[in-house]
């Protein structure tokens, strides 16, 4: 059974940053993509950021310039770094990860709190 464990979570000022990392353990297998998704209070769950088996990154257009994702396919572990956030980053932020074989599976989720 695969579990993703987050951590890197926490309070920070605005224009202040964080790195957010997450562990899959249980598997041996390599998986297809792996992402941050977040979800705001009172908002639908929305992808931030997600990076391909072969590196390709795509990212919300909020974060662009702000965020950078990177794996580490040995390990089995995702990585976001946040730069110059915001009060409206303020989330909980999940990692997902996407097996070849379509199944997917998320984290528990981290809490990120910026203040203005």
């Known amino acids: 059974q695969v579990q993703l464990v987050e951590s890197g979570g926490g309070l920070v000022q605005a224009g202040g940053s964080l790195r957010l990392s997450c562990v899959a353990s249980?598997?041996?297998?390599?998986?297809?993509?792996m992402g941050w998704y977040r979800q705001a209070p009172g908002k639908q769950r929305e992808p931030v950021a997600i990076?391909?088996?072969?590196?390709?990154?795509d990212y919300a257009d909020s974060v662009k310039g702000r965020f950078t994702i990177s794996r580490d396919n040995a390990k089995n572990t995702v990585d976001l770094l946040m730069n110059s956030l915001k009060p409206e980053d303020t989330a909980v932020y999940y990692c997902?990860?996407?097996?070849?074989?379509?199944?997917?599976?998320w984290g528990r989720g981290t809490q990120v709190t910026v203040s203005s």
């Open positions: 249980g598997s041996t297998f390599r998986f297809n993509s």
């Open positions: 997902n990860i996407q097996a070849f074989s379509g199944r997917g599976y």
């Open positions: 990076i391909s088996s072969g590196g390709n990154t």
